[in-house]
């Protein structure tokens, strides 16, 4: 017979983990889950066959559930929480159990009112490899423990843009709240209870939206000390403790559910490390592998303590005891970090505050203005003696002077709006050149829709959009020359994420001037080069195994335009009449094959090394390749389309450059090779917008 009907608030990754634990006890039957995105709810409720998908918590509530799971962000912890429990419901809340000490005591306060159990997932404590250090420690081979050391590194899904940033780059403490509270929790189950923590925490930058990604503590416990250190940029992602005592140190590896001992052994003192280091290497060779097969055959499940959590927890629930996490520890290590929290809270936003403060106004934006033509440009106005802001991702560590730099992501719709508030042209430079699926949404459709809706908005007089030759077809050779008129790629999926995106985006921008009036000048640049960058493969080749792979014998010649000519092109394109909705392929006339280039390149950089591979070899190992990827299941970096339209179109008509903006080279690409690759110290670079 079922005992509890337990309700789920909180659609997120982490609802797939309760769930999975929830239908291995017989004891549950799920009742639903809610969320305040609905298609989010129900989409989780199709794919775990949940019998109802509800639109907010008073509905689940309603509905009559005897046990609910708080899986929300940490803000929303408390509220829900004790809304809950004044329904006459036990309540389980995933770490932290909330935001302040404040809120904590409301909750404790809320159960203890209503007679019902309030309970918080620790699943880092409670993880059976984690577990099974604990009793190594309270067995004493160790001898006393003087400290601890943890060590996290993750990363957060991958955001798409578009609506609010994601809870983890809204807040600032968000990063330690999430995963501090793990090393707290370890700290505590090893060194007792916490009874002070200095926590420190840093930005890199990598990362726009993440505000502080590298955070460390250290932890007073009752019994020693913990070294906490976590971070948002150590790859590959690992999750280990290293536990120090007077006569061994263990480490312990929650990834790979390994836990290995380094004891004093009698002899001499080298004798200890090396015995101890083959055994436990002979023991990763069969524990790794086997540890493997447990996950792939679900016999070790996916977060492992957490299906501990909540299999203990309903267990406390059956006999009356006490939860396996009570919610006075929670309450304890919520104490502990909240100060640091607050102040990181503070900080971001404060600095959230400065972004979206309105600007000065500016003749000119430029987003994109830290990348190789962005920044040509960016001087380039700047010369001219022009107004300029620019959109960044990170603010340069030598700012040209008098530029309004604003950083920030083109996916985040707030920012885009005071960015483009307040100036009379806009240069949309800004796209994603490498990164996730995601990335390439967010930074080149998402971020050209944002801009588009700013600009209209705004009343800016002209845009400059730059597009790409990527978006034409280059499997098939429709004509002898290519012009505006040239084919759109029919197959963008089969060539990768950045010919999608930036062909979703041009179409987006033509159809902004058609149906809105959006004064858009499009201009689709070749192979632009020039001095100032690392050298990448051109057109017609890609790197692998630090080689550039030629498609053929290189005899191909290359649509190349120098960097200096581009910015030409957007001035003219931002000045010339009558060149709203117009669009214009960018290629300087002059033939240059792609081995007179690499040849070029190899004059200044002898350590690049090139390989010009037939395409029916390639073709064959793209059919091995797509095999391999159709038995996975997942995408391949190299198919058969891909190859076949790897080839660069050349022969482009510029009538159109010529006449309606008005642009011939003024520099060209033999005095632009001359330029980046005469001087011996020069960086040559080939910047791929195929």
């Given amino acids: 017979m079922t005992k509890f009907r337990v309700g789920i608030i909180g659609a997120g990754y982490v609802s797939a983990h309760h769930i999975r634990a929830l239908k291995s006890l017989s004891s549950v039957q799920i009742a639903g889950v809610a969320d305040l995105d609905l298609a989010r709810a129900q989409a989780v409720a199709k794919t775990f066959d949940l019998p109802n998908a509800y639109g907010s918590v008073k509905e689940l509530l309603a509905s009559g559930v005897d046990v609910v799971h708080v899986l929300t962000p940490p ?75 943890f060590h996290r590194s993750s990363n957060y ?63 007073n ?172 991702r990170r603010i340069p560590r030598d700012p040209l002077p008098g530029v309004d730099y604003v950083a920030g992501d083109l996916g985040d719709p707030e920012y885009v709006d005071v960015l483009v508030a307040g100036v009379v042209k806009v240069f949309h430079v800004g796209a994603a050149m490498k990164g996730s699926a995601a990335d390439f949404q967010r930074g080149t459709v998402v971020g050209t829709r944002n801009v588009i809706d700013a600009c209209l908005k705004h009343r800016v007089r002209r845009v400059v959009y730059v597009s790409s030759l990527s978006v034409l077809e280059h499997a098939v050779r429709h004509a002898d020359c290519v012009t505006e008129t040239w084919p759109l790629e029919p197959h963008a999926k089969l060539r990768g994420a950045y010919t999608q995106t930036k062909l979703e985006a041009e179409r987006m921008v033509m159809a902004a001037a058609r149906e809105q009036g959006l004064p858009v000048c499009v201009i689709r640049p070749g192979v632009i080069f020039g001095p100032g960058v690392e050298p990448s493969s051109p057109a017609g080749s890609f790197a692998m195994l630090g080689r550039w792979i030629v498609v053929g014998s290189g005899s191909r010649p290359l649509p190349l335009v120098y960097v200096d000519d581009v910015v030409d092109a957007l001035l003219l394109g931002s000045s010339h009449s009558g060149v709203e909705g117009v669009l214009v392929n960018l290629v300087d006339p002059a033939r240059v094959t792609q081995h007179e280039f690499i040849r070029k390149v190899q004059s200044s950089r002898p350590k690049i090394k090139a390989s010009y591979v037939p395409k029916f070899i390639l073709m064959t190992a793209a059919v091995g390749i797509e095999a391999l990827g159709w038995a996975l299941k997942r995408g391949v970096p190299l198919s058969r389309y891909r190859i076949r339209s790897i080839c660069p179109l050349s022969n482009f008509d510029q009538t159109a450059a010529r006449e309606q903006l008005g642009w011939t080279p003024r520099v060209g690409v033999e005095e632009g090779m001359r330029r980046t690759f005469a001087a011996s110290n020069a960086i040559p670079s080939s910047t791929m917008l195929q």
């Fill in 157 to 219: 899904p991958d955001w798409p843009g578009g609506g609010k940033l994601p809870p983890q780059y809204r807040k600032g403490s968000y990063p330690f709240q999430d995963l501090g509270v793990h090393g707290l929790a370890i700290a505590e189950a090893l060194l007792g209870p916490v009874k002070s923590a200095e926590i420190d925490f840093r930005s890199t930058g990598l990362d726009p939206n993440l505000l502080f990604d590298e955070w460390t503590a250290k932890v």
């Fill in 221 to 392: 416990c009752e019994r020693g000390e913990a070294r906490l250190y976590l971070s948002w940029n150590v790859r590959p992602v690992r999750s280990q403790v290293i536990v120090h005592g007077t006569r061994g140190v263990m480490q312990i590896d929650c990834f790979l559910q390994t836990c290995y001992v380094t004891r004093l052994l009698p002899g001499p003192k080298f004798a200890s490390p090396v015995i101890c280091a083959m055994r436990n290497s002979a023991a990763s060779l069969y524990q790794v592998p086997l540890n493997v097969l447990r996950f792939i055959t679900k016999r070790l499940p996916g977060a492992p303590g957490i299906h501990r959590n909540i299999h203990e927890f309903y267990a406390a629930l059956e006999q009356g005891s006490a939860t396996p996490v009570t919610a006075e520890e929670g309450s304890r290590l919520v104490s502990a970090m909240a100060p640091a929290c607050k102040k990181a809270d503070r900080q971001r936003d404060a600095l959230r505050k400065a972004q979206l403060t309105s600007r000065p106004s500016a003749d000119v934006l430029v987003t994109g203005a830290g990348g190789f033509l962005g920044s040509a440009l960016l001087r380039r106005l700047v010369e001219e003696g022009a107004k300029v802001r620019a959109g960044v």
């Fill in 75 to 149: 803000a929303f912890h408390a509220a829900l929480s004790i809304q809950a429990l004044q329904a006459g419901a036990h309540v389980l809340v995933e770490k932290p159990m909330a935001e302040t000490l404040e809120e904590c005591e409301r909750m404790m306060e809320a159960a203890r009112a209503s007679g019902r159990t309030l309970g918080v997932v620790h699943s880092a404590r409670l993880d059976p490899i984690v577990l099974r250090g604990v009793e190594i420690v309270r067995g004493g081979s160790l001898g006393k423990i003087l400290s601890i050391d």
